[in-house]
């Protein structure tokens, strides 16, 4: 076995109606929770707000847009600050999860943001934080990670264990009756973390993989379910574990090629995260499929067991059709024009994609600038 470094994630509240014991979890003293305007309109906050709220003050920053803003993260920072909170909550998506890891190391740590983009260059020490998804899809309450849209539509990430959270919430009964195009969508995101840190180029080890394994087990059997049965607590209890599970597998064998391309179509066009990780899925792993043949060919048994006596490279190709079939069942529209965007962007996006360099040296295989305008062209 070659050497390799493992990072565990947070501590584990798991099933419905952890808002109490999530509670009584945090430090006394002021709480910042962070989220977003429709969860609170909705009434998906209530629970924990008050279960928080009980006995401390309670701040409620709901001003989190998808693809969070730097002003959107100051803001939320500055928000804490006033308060001199003592803890932080992310409840929401990845978004309001991302913004909450960042405020609460800026706001324990002093540090400048600025300064502290990249890997492992954060160090300092964060406020206690405790995170709460609200759907299945981006394990960011699993990770290390925050990506912060920044000037111009570059989205730009701090990764380091200082914001690995203290505790994170897995309650599926927040994800009961999300829309079946959320489902969708975040269901492909968490596929695909699954997918690239199995194949992930530089930090692949035996831990992620058995993680990524499971990940994908439980994410490909139960989304189908999950869109079509809203309220069915089983599946989406599946899906939110999968989630998590993979998002600890990516957190330690970092996502490649298909988040790099990915990211611009959300930064330039606001595309949800999820549905632009499907967007660009198919095209990517045929890409790769070659340097990734034998771990495509793994994963594939997971999906369709029965392919098992097959050589590597149909069990490969079998793989990439099952992705694209279950991303084509979930009902997203899969093709860039069907999102408003024009073929002569692929130049510009490719472009855009090769500033994700901490993603594509990941990939199993280079990811050119030439090769991401063909990506896109044939995405269109």
Known sequence: MRPFTFHPGPRLLAGPDQAEALAEKLPPGPCLLVTDADLVQLGITDAYRDAIGKDREIVVFDAVEADPSKETL????????????????????????????????????????????????????????????TTAGTGSEATPISVITCEGGVKLAVNSPPLIADWAVLDA????????????????????????????????????????????????SNLQTAIEEPRNLEARSAMLLGAHLAGLAFANAPVAGVHALAYPLG?????????????????????????ARDHYAELAEIIEPDCAGQGSQARAALLIERLDELARNSGLALRLRDHGIAFEEAPRLAEEAMKQGRLLVNNPCEISQSDAQRLYEAAW
């Open 267 to 291: 930064g330039l066009h606001h595309l949800p995260h999820g549905l632009t990780n499907a967007l660009m899925l198919r095209h990517v792993l045929a890409h790769n499929v070659e340097a």
């Open 74 to 133: 100051l803001a939320a920072t500055e928000a804490g600050r006033s308060a001199q909170v003592a803890s932080v909550v992310g409840l929401g998506g990845g978004s309001p999860m991302d913004v909450a890891k960042l405020a609460a190391y800026l706001l324990g740590s002093g540090d400048e943001l600025d300064e502290i983009w990249g890997v492992n260059i954060a160090r300092g020490r964060r406020l206690p934080l405790a995170l709460v998804p």
């Open 173 to 220: 009964s927040l994800t009961l009756g999300l829309p079946k195009h959320v489902t969708a969508a975040t269901g492909i995101d968490a596929i695909v973390h699954a997918v690239e840190a199995y194949t992930s180029a530089r930090l692949k080890n035996p831990l992620s993989d058995a993680l990524a394994r499971e990940a994908l087990r439980l994410l490909a």
